[in-house]
T-cell receptor
Framework: EAGVAQSPRYKIIEKRQSVAFWCNPI?????LYWYQQILGQGPKLLIQ????????DSQLPKDRFSAERLKGVDSTLKIQPAKLEDSAVYLC????????????FGPGTRLTVL | RKEVEQDPGPFNVPEGATVAFNCTYS??????FFWYRQDCRKEPKLLMS???SGNEDGRFTAQLNRASQYISLLIRDSKLSDSATYLC?????????????FGSGTRLSIRP
């Protein structure tokens, strides 16, 4: 079974630039998560989708971050404009159901903002 | 108080030792709990779910103490390959529509 795919794996940008990350979840998984993991910290949930609807985006900095999941499959996360403190690994995860179900993580995108 | 707290470690123990970590949570109504393992520069992977009655998987034992609001992970006969960061995960309400919270992780290093 193919895992969660993410691209790019690495991205270096300058502050105030824009960047977008892509995630393809495991086939058939209805729930998709985007996390931000800063070095030395645990993953912080940014947004959770159930199919193509948003379940929770309370920790998404909506002035600069946006995410969408068209057709309930692939998802993109965008940052515009980026700040230095956005440097982190952005992890995408998917699960087949609710919170009792295992989350499968992609390899992440390591973002460096200079 | 943080919603989910873990001792960051690092725990540095010899191979074959038994090591235990705790994770405390602030919301007494929390319903579901997990331990994930994250290797250096890799993504987290589920180690085990934590059930009310406790559960064991080989050398790993997870316990839930609702009265004191903590979960624990015990690793017996530790191996070099157990070196990783162990993340505690709590779902406050247990529903799919709730915010899942990860702890900051406990770093474990097993030495030969």
């Amino acid at each position: 079974e193919a895992g969660v795919a993410q691209s790019p794996r690495y991205k270096i940008i300058e502050k105030r630039q824009s960047v977008a990350f892509w995630c393809n979840p495991i086939s058939g998984h209805a729930t998709l998560y985007w996390y931000q993991q800063i070095l030395g910290q645990g993953p912080k949930l940014l947004i959770q989708f159930q199919n193509n609807g948003v379940v929770d985006d309370s920790q998404l900095p909506k002035d600069r971050f946006s995410a969408e999941r068209l057709k309930g499959v692939d998802s993109t996360l965008k940052i515009q404009p980026a700040k230095l403190e956005d440097s982190a690994v952005y992890l995408c995860a998917s699960s087949s159901g609710g919170s009792y179900n295992e989350q499968f993580f992609g390899p992440g995108t390591r973002l460096t903002v200079l | 108080r943080k919603e989910v707290e873990q001792d960051p470690g690092p725990f540095n123990v010899p191979e074959g030792a038994t090591v235990a970590f705790n994770c405390t949570y602030s919301n007494s109504a929390s319903q579901s709990f997990f331990w994930y393992r994250q290797d250096c520069r890799k993504e987290p992977k589920l180690l085990m779910s934590v059930y009310s009655s406790g559960n064991e998987d080989g050398r790993f034992t997870a316990q839930l103490n609702r009265a004191s609001q903590y979960i624990s992970l015990l690793i017996r006969d530790s191996k070099l390959s157990d070196s990783a960061t162990y993340l505690c995960v709590v779902n406050p309400s247990g529903s799919s529509a709730s915010k899942i919270i990860f702890g900051s992780g406990t770093r474990l290093s097993i030495r030969p």
